[in-house]
């Protein structure tokens, strides 16, 4: 099949489009892809998202600006599918899915709470193709963590990297690692937090929503008895399969600090957050192949290399791309979904047995 997926994280930077074709399984063949940036008001439009969604108790409520929130993102979604389109000189019949993300705004698998906003029918409607949506409701029902989802996905492309056990680590929002056996085994959880804490962090002191080259980061000095108050928290005590909501941590225990120092404190949290993960899983990984957005912070990639006891790369150093990975998952995701495969696993989200999910909306 020929799916697009659509991919709107929690550091709010863009939406992520990338093509595939693929089978659901083994075979994987990766197409174009592109990000289109947020514009300010669009920011400020999820940033109140977000801040409304603190408050909510159901899946469906949509109080406040979370209604008028969802019908706009649905419609920049739809609006950027129809741009890709055009570039690459493509029509919807020849896309037999999208895999659409939308915009996590709360996370609380404990309450078994996940809402992702984003209309699936509308978005089928705006762009003539089938949409699968809404790909962590049914894991999160089950009791699993709804998250990561990727992990199969990542499973997929560990086949052409020789080393084993192999790390992927995503570092976007908030940062998540899948964990390839050397028999395919699969274990994933969110380790901590990735780029958001920082990212408010530097549009704080910048008015540049993230640290452009680590260099505010790399520029101060970690801080190290706030390192030890934020690694203190319940979370890294918890067994994996877990997940966190963006809003996990916040920057408190930072607040005293230059802004230098405060950066590079939370850009440090976020490497020390991923190295105590290694105790999480089997064995300890061979390679780290780091993607999203924080394999483009240098700081960030120093303090990785500084603490985990094994090569760290980039993921253009095995020929994959970094910042398309999580949108070719979902379309990766949506062929799974319409094929009935399951995307969610024990070793991954926590859930009892292995899980398809998604809903689909046809034009």
């Not at 409701?137 to 699993?144: F, P």
């Not at 899948?178 to 008015?207: H, I, K, M």
């Not at 105790?279 to 780091?290: A, D, H, S, T, Y």
């Amino acid at each position: 099949m020929t799916a697009l997926g659509l991919m709107s994280g929690t550091s709010l930077d863009g939406i992520d489009v990338a093509l595939l074709r693929t089978d659901g399984e083994t075979h994987v063949s990766r197409g174009p892809a592109a990000t289109y940036p947020y514009r300010p008001d669009q920011q400020a439009v999820l940033h109140d998202a977000l801040q409304q969604a603190r408050s909510l108790g159901t899946r469906d409520a949509r109080p406040g600006i979370l209604a008028e929130a969802e019908r706009a993102l649905t419609e920049w979604h739809a609006e950027v599918v129809n741009r890709f389109l055009d570039t690459h000189g493509l029509t919807p019949a020849e896309i037999d899915v999208i895999g659409f993300h939308g915009q996590t705004v709360i996370h609380r698998p404990e309450r078994r709470l996940t809402v992702q906003l984003g209309l699936g029918p509308t978005l089928a409607r705006r762009t003539g193709i089938a949409v699968v949506y809404d790909m962590r409701a049914a894991d999160v029902a089950a009791g699993g963590q709804g998250a990561p989802l990727v992990p199969v996905y990542h499973r997929a492309l560990a086949s052409g990297v020789a080393e084993r056990p192999v790390a992927f680590v995503n570092i976007g929002g908030v940062a998540n690692m899948t964990w390839v056996g050397r028999q395919g085994e699969l274990v994933a959880f969110d380790t901590g937090p990735g780029n958001a804490l920082l990212n408010d962090w530097c549009e704080r002191w910048t008015d540049i929503p993230y640290d452009v080259d680590g260099r505010l980061g790399g520029s101060g000095n970690s801080n190290r008895n706030v390192l030890g108050q934020l690694l203190k928290s319940d979370f890294f005590a918890t067994p994996a399969p877990k997940s966190l909501d963006r809003n996990s941590f916040d920057v408190t225990l930072v607040e005293g600090l230059s802004p230098a120092d405060g950066a590079a404190t939370l850009t440090r949290f976020t490497a020390e957050a991923i190295a105590a993960s290694v105790g999480l899983v089997p064995e300890p990984p061979q390679l780290f192949i780091i993607c999203g957005g924080g394999r483009l912070n240098p700081t960030l990639i120093q303090a990785l290399r500084d603490v985990l006891q094994a090569p760290v790369i980039a993921a253009e150093d095995v020929k994959l791309n970094g910042d398309s990975m999580e949108a070719e998952a979902w379309a990766y995701l949506a062929v799974r979904c319409l094929r009935g495969l399951p995307i969610t696993f024990p070793g991954t989200t926590g859930v009892r047995t292995p899980l398809s999910g998604g809903l689909v909306a046809r034009p």
